[in-house]
Each structure stands twice: as structure tokens, then as C-alpha cells.
């Protein structure tokens, strides 16, 4: 399988209020971002999104998988 270097960040929390709490959405940005670049590895687009774990079905997640497979990202 072919690889690049390129990658998209998915964060989520379950609910609004965990917007701002310690594991926020920007701190889970700011950990993927320091892999990314441990890893070489060029960010290509933030998804952000506030729903429920309990749902297998999140709408954020599926545009961020979309928008991999559209720009060849994997």
C-alpha cells in the first residue's frame, strides 16, 4: 500500500460542555499536531465535532473519511 504525508485531524467531544474542559477539542488538536509532527507528517485539515459516543453514526467523522478518500489522504 502507498503511503504520503500527509494527514487530517478528527477531534470530538460528547457534549458542549467538554468544549472547554481539559481534554477541548484544541487540545486534542494541539497532541495530533505534535504526532503529526513527530511523524513528518503534514496537516492537512482540522475536523472539529461535539456529539455523542454512544452514536456510531457521527456527521463529522463521516465528512473527515470523505474528504480523506477524495484527496488520497490514508
Known sequence: METNNRAIIY???STAKQWNHWDSP???EEQCSQYCKEKS???IKVFD???TGKSTSRPVLE??????KENNIW
Open 41 to 43: 507528517l503534514k496537516k
Open 26 to 28: 484544541k487540545r486534542q
Open 63 to 68: 465528512k473527515a473519511i470523505k474528504y480523506a
Open 49 to 51: 465535532e461535539v456529539y
Open 11 to 13: 477531534t470530538r467531544v
